[in-house]
C-alpha cells in the first residue's frame, strides 16, 4: 500500500517541527530560525565536532553529522538530516535526538537523558549508558522510508537564520 505523499508530508512535517529548536512556527512557513545562547554551537550544511575536553550547552546540526568527541560535555544535541555519535568517555547531560539519520553511543559514553533517533537508529555500544527511555522509529512502508521522508523534508528547507536565544528562555 503506497500512501499518497500528502498523507505522509504533513504528519513528517509536524514531527520534525518539533523536534528540532527553531520558531519557525509562527509567520511566514518557509522562514526557519535557530535560536542560540551563548556556549550553544550551531552548523548547517556541514559536519560538527565537539572538540574533546570541551564544553557545549545546545548542539544544534541542520544537515550534518554530529560527533561529541572523548572527554567532551554537552548538554543536549540535535542533528536533523545527520547522525549523531557520542565518543567513548564523553557525556550528554540531558537529550540526544536524531531525525533523519542513527545516534550512536560508543562504550563508555553517556547519555543521561533520552536517546531518541526518529527513521533511524539507536545503537548502544556495551559498556555504554542511557539513564532516559530508548526509542527509535524507522518505518518502512514498500517504497516509503522513513529516514528517506524526514531528509527530503529536511533537505529541501532553506538556510535557518541563527538568533540570539531569549533571556527567559535560558537556564
Known amino acids: 500500500m503506497r500512501l499518497p505523499p500528502a498523507c505522509t508530508a504533513l504528519p513528517l512535517a509536524a514531527a520534525l517541527a518539533l523536534a528540532l529548536p527553531t520558531s519557525a512556527r509562527a509567520g511566514d512557513p518557509d522562514h ?6 551563548p556556549g550553544d554551537l550551531v552548523a548547517q550544511d556541514r559536519d560538527l565536532t565537539v572538540p574533546a575536553g570541551s ?15 572523548r572527554g567532551a ?77 524526514f531528509n527530503d523534508v529536511i533537505g529541501k528547507m532553506g538556510r535557518c537564520e541563527v538568533v540570539s536565544k531569549p533571556e527567559a528562555a535560558r537556564p
Open 32 to 37: 526557519c530560525t535557530i535560536e542560540a545562547g
Open 55 to 69: 564544553t557545549a550547552r545546545e548542539v544544534v546540526v541542520l544537515r550534518g553529522d554530529v560527533v561529541v568527541a
Open 73 to 149: 560535555t554537552v548538554e543536549k544535541v540535535v542533528a536533523a538530516g545527520g547522525s549523531v555519535t557520542v565518543r567513548a568517555g564523553a557525556v550528554v547531560r540531558g537529550d540526544a535526538v536524531v531525525v533523519g539519520g542513527d545516534l550512536v553511543v560508543e562504550g563508555d559514553a553517556r547519555v543521561e537523558g533520552d536517546a531518541v533517533a526518529l527513521g533511524g537508529q539507536v545503537r548502544l555500544a556495551p559498556g555504554s549508558a542511557v539513564k532516559g527511555d530508548v526509542t527509535a522509529v524507522a518505518l518502512r512502508l514498500g517504497e516509503a522510508d522513513l529516514k528517506r521522508a
